[in-house]
């Protein structure tokens, strides 16, 4: 296989970010985080970051056509071109079929979508505990994944905070928007034999290795 094309599927505190940064690091993969690239927008004030900034504060999907620009950009981009790792899109129909059109341009196709499965309740006792830095993104838990200096990234040195829309009523919000128009990509996924499960309530060492199993298993019936 010459390229390896992911999607990180799942809901709010699945897990996405704390596989992602791993499996870009293990496969070299261009890892395009949605959620970051908003949230680095409406810091920075940028016109993308006024168009985003009121539905992340809700905890809503911000609308199809102010994301889908911003990442097909990215896939399309030289960078991208022996594969890539999206993480946080699609989350709608129609940003899945907006990117498998542009695939389809580029006479390319998606490899798998890892679908990373936990239950409601954990995702709201991981998102309470979940920290990030305030530099780069990376994740920790105060619970399951702390970082080894309380309240400083491992990786870069810099502040963790918590996140604005990790307080429960805006995860409760979240949860919804998930059940109502991302869960279903599952089941479009599925439909085109592209979908791979994981149990994301196993640590994420475990998690980690399934995924990489999983990986490593395409790579071989590609060479059959
Ligand atoms: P998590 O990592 O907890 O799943 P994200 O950081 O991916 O959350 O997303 C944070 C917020 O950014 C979402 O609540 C939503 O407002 C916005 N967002 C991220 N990805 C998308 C997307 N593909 N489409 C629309 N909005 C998005
Ligand atoms: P997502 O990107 O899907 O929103 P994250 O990777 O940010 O999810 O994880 C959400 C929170 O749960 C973080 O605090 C992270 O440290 C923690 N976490 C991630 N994977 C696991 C796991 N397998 N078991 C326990 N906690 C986890």
Do not use: W
Request: proline share 5%; with cysteine; glycine share 8%.
């Amino acid at each position: 296989m010459s390229e390896l094309n992911l999607i990180l599927l799942g809901p709010p505190g699945a897990g996405k970010g704390t596989q992602g940064e791993r499996l870009s690091e293990d496969f070299g993969l261009p890892y395009v985080v949605t959620g970051n690239l908003l949230r680095e927008a409406v810091r920075d004030g940028t016109d993308l970051g006024h168009k985003a900034e009121k539905y992340m504060k809700e905890g809503e999907l911000v609308p199809d056509e102010v994301v889908v620009e911003v990442i097909l950009e990215r896939v399309q981009s030289d960078e991208a071109r022996d594969g890539f790792l999206l993480d946080g899109f699609p989350r709608t129909i129609p940003q899945a079929e907006a990117l498998g059109e542009a695939l389809g341009v580029l006479e390319r196709e998606l490899t798998a979508v890892l679908a990373i499965e936990v239950p409601d309740d954990e995702v709201v006792r991981r998102l309470s505990g979940r920290r990030t830095c305030v530099k780069a993104g990376h994740v920790y838990h105060l619970e399951f994944d702390p970082p080894k200096r309380e309240g400083i990234c491992d990786q870069d040195g810099s502040r963790l905070v918590q996140r604005e829309d990790d307080r429960e009523d805006v995860v409760r919000k979240r949860l919804r928007e998930y059940h109502d128009k991302t869960a279903r990509l599952a089941s479009y996924y599925e439909e085109r034999g592209l979908l791979r499960r994981f149990d994301g309530c196993r640590p994420p060492a475990e998690v980690n290795d399934h995924i990489r199993a999983t990986l490593a298993t395409l790579r071989l019936e590609e060479r059959l």
